[in-house]
């Protein structure tokens, strides 16, 4: 059986989504949205249902998976509904619903629904993605008030730089913010990962943690909460081919490295079809026989080689880690020029092993 494998620590899952929940003293929606970044949606939210407070996804789709498989906690649609035929199937699943513009209000108003929905109104206070314009923001929540078709409503909306320590961003978002929610009495909510650990100062009845829930830290420098989060994904495969080479030989496509003295390459069987980084270059780390070593040269589709020569004790059948408890994968997307984000959503192909449950 190939050796490429992604092993899912549910413990540390835990773990984390406490740490987010401890911090801010606020309750926590777990974001499991695409397949929980990669390491799959039903699983963790079973493992997270007993604690959490309730979870947040990106479309119903991704909200009657988890239904299907019996989760009963509340679910929040992130950018709410797409058509308004999803109204019906948000009441008979009992989901809650961003209204991130105009066009949905009026979608909520002109509906005939068996029960009123919970609503999350979202402020643009400054990202310019979605989100009410600040002018139209009060005018909104009073609709939503005064509309037989909607319960309960929170107040939100979401930061662009959070992940970026000392820029005033945030603090002027989060101004926007307050000014249009002055005289709304409603619970507010305002923070994912680089926020929760980031930004003490944002009032919050709810956040919203994503990354950080698989123990991977947002911030590219070090960040004195984020080093207290538990890596939950460990993607390792196997050495199957060792080989020794002279000076001045070419490893991989490309020739894009050449040995620059004798050298014991290993190969592995992990490549981008896995959703390890095609733009990994030479030096980005690998693990491998207790120690740090690097990768050499292209990413191939099913294979990379990693760099032997000063890991003896390391051969055929060595397991190696790509990102893990030892890697971070914030670490290995800064050597690919992307983030952790992508790299846990990239995942395929490797069977995911679950322990912790
Ligand atoms: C994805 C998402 C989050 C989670 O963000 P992280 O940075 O992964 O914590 C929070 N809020 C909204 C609106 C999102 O779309």
């Known amino acids: 059986m190939r050796p490429a494998r992604a092993l899912i620590d549910l413990q540390a899952l835990r773990h984390n989504y406490q740490l987010a929940r401890e911090v801010t003293g606020a309750k926590a929606l777990a974001v499991i949205k695409a397949d929980a970044y990669g390491h799959g949606a039903v699983r ?3 493992a997270l249902e007993a604690q959490a407070d ?19 906690a509340p679910i929040l649609l992130l950018e709410g509904f797409f058509t308004a035929d999803e109204l019906p199937l948000i009441v008979e699943h009992d989901l809650w619903c961003v209204v991130h513009s ?30 009410l314009h600040p002018s139209d923001y009060k005018a909104a929540y009073q609709r939503l008030q005064a509309c037989a078709n909607v319960a ?12 970026e320590l000392g820029c005033g961003r945030s603090d002027e978002q ?41 123990g991977s830290t947002p911030f590219e420098e070090s960040q004195v909460l984020a080093e207290r989060l538990q890596a939950v994904m460990t993607l390792e495969s196997k050495v199957i081919c060792v080989r020794e080479l002279p000076v001045g030989e070419p490893v991989g496509y490309g ?31 690998v693990w491998v026989a ?30 190696v880690e790509l990102w893990g408890k030892n890697i971070l994968a914030s670490e290995v997307a800064a050597h690919a020029e992307t983030i952790p984000y992508q790299i846990f959503c990239n995942l395929k192909r490797v069977p995911r092993l679950y322990s912790g449950s």
């Open 174 to 214: 989060l101004a926007v913010f307050q000014a249009a929610r002055a005289e709304l009495s409603a619970e507010v909510s305002l923070r994912n990962s680089p926020a929760v650990l980031g930004w003490p100062q944002v009032p919050s009845d709810w956040v919203r943690p994503g990354l950080m829930l698989y």
């Open 290 to 319: 207790g120690q740090r070593s690097r990768l050499l040269g292209r990413v191939s589709m099913d294979m990379l080689c990693i760099d032997l020569t000063d890991v003896p004790h390391a051969g055929l059948g060595s397991t």
């Open 54 to 72: 309730g979870f947040a996804v990106a479309c119903i789709e991704e909200a009657l998976e988890l239904r299907a498989a019996g989760i009963g």
């Open 255 to 285: 020739a894009k490295f050449v040995t620059d003295r004798p050298m014991r390459i290993g190969v592995v069987a992990m490549g981008y079809a896995d959703g390890y980084p095609r733009q990994a270059p030479t030096g980005t780390p």
């Open 102 to 131: 105009l066009w949905q209000l009026d979608d909520i108003e002109q509906a005939r629904l068996a029960k009123p929905i919970n609503v999350w109104l979202k402020l643009d206070s400054g990202m310019h993605r979605v989100g």
């Open 44 to 46: 963790c939210a079973q």
């Open 152 to 163: 309960k409503i929170v107040l939100m909306s979401h930061f662009s730089r959070a992940d």
